[in-house]
């Protein structure tokens, strides 16, 4: 039933999509398949509001406003250079936002190519003030920042390698040396490329 005073956007044409996609990319880079996600429920039901959408991208495409292309390779680099991820955390947002599997893997492959991981993800603990474990609680805190560095999207190998670094005491890397003895949660090549749920999910509102 629907609330009283509510009203039912008009659908728009070519021309009306095409103005709402232009500043809806002036706001944000976006992906093809987000854009086209936004225009749908503003164009017109059928054949005639999905010809609409296709000769928009195409367009705007032309014009070099839309490139999914050039929005892997600008998200990789504020997130590995700025937010310093770790690559499967990276490669699933990607993949969320509806790139497709080859080119983040190509873009991925370039990005992190000379990126030592074990590196970035000190760079990542600095950036995000976790600190040392100590005390009674060490071996929970231990846990909770393996989590998390799991989370952003470090291999369980690399995050074992830090938290070895801060020299903890035995009891409180109980925990990463379970971790480190499963053969299937150490394994590099990216075998859980589509299980979004490993990783930090998107929160990504829709404009109204």
Do not use: C
């Amino acid at each position: 039933m629907a609330f009283a005073g509510t009203k039912k956007r008009e659908p728009v044409g070519e021309a009306g999509l095409f103005e709402y996609a232009v500043v809806a990319l002036a706001r944000r880079m976006r992906t093809e398949r987000d854009l086209r996600r936004l225009m749908k429920p503003r164009a017109e039901d059928g054949e005639a509001g999905a010809r609409a959408i296709d000769a928009v991208v195409a367009r705007l495409k032309e014009l070099n406003y839309l490139s999914d292309e050039r929005f892997a390779e600008d998200y990789t680099r504020v997130r590995k250079e700025h937010e310093k991820l770790g690559k499967r955390r990276v490669q699933q947002d990607l993949m969320q936002k509806g790139v497709t599997r080859e080119l983040v893997a190509s873009t991925l492959e370039t990005a992190y190519e000379d990126v030592d991981e074990v590196t970035l993800a000190r760079q990542y603990i600095a950036r995000k003030r976790i600190k040392q474990p100590s005390g009674e609680n060490a071996q929970k805190e231990t846990a909770r920042a393996m989590n998390r560095l799991l989370r952003a999207g470090f291999s369980s190998r690399a995050v074992y390698k830090v938290l070895r670094e801060w020299k903890l005491p035995e009891h409180a890397l109980e925990e990463i040396e379970t971790v480190a003895a499963d053969a299937e949660v150490l394994a590099e090549p990216e075998e859980r490329a589509g299980d979004s749920d490993s990783y930090a999910r998107q929160n990504d509102r829709d404009d109204d």
